[in-house]
């Protein structure tokens, strides 16, 4: 459905700003978000954080070659220095797969076993359930939002008055 209504708009599927680039992004993002949640054991901005001992830091800026070109992500980073994502490993530029992992992780029905043993077998990545279940949750908030984004005007395809 996405694909279809990226080719009515005009929207490129690959490429620079492409649908799948975009799509990429949100989903490590989200799911980074997630790892970073399950590490902490606070939702952002959440007042639970104050005073917790670890705090999130900020983010800093990554690009990872991805089948689908490179992706640069915000990587979520804590006051301790020990949050060591799983999806996006430190010091890691190239991430094989994605696509595998973008369709495991919105596939409705997948139970998370089924997600964790997915990434450990295409990145290598020990995962738990409760981390699947918190990185799900945040990619599946996170495609909703990015499917109900308000699109650029030149997406849209001019309209002729008869």
């Given at each position: 459905m996405l694909v279809d209504r990226a080719r009515t708009r005009g929207l490129q599927l690959t490429g620079e700003g492409?649908?799948?680039q975009q799509l990429t992004k949100r989903v490590l993002e989200s799911a980074l978000e997630g790892e970073i949640t399950d590490?902490?054991?606070y939702d952002k901005h959440d007042a639970a954080g104050r005073g917790s001992g670890n705090s999130r830091n900020g983010t800093r800026a990554k690009t990872v070659l991805t089948d689908v070109g490179p992706v640069e992500v915000r990587v979520p980073r804590d006051t301790g220095g020990t949050f060591e994502p799983q999806i996006v490993r430190k010091r890691q530029?190239?991430?094989?797969g994605v696509e595998e992992m973008v369709l495991s992780l919105s596939?409705?029905?997948l139970t998370h076993g089924e997600i964790s043993a997915?990434?450990?077998?295409v990145y290598g990545a020990q995962v738990s359930k409760q981390t699947i279940s918190t990185i799900t949750d945040k990619v599946m908030d996170g495609m909703a939002e990015w499917q109900n984004r308000p699109l650029d005007r030149g997406w849209f395809p001019t309209m002729v008055a008869n």
């Open positions: 492409g649908l799948l590490h902490v054991g530029r190239r991430l094989a596939a409705k029905g997915h990434l450990a077998e």
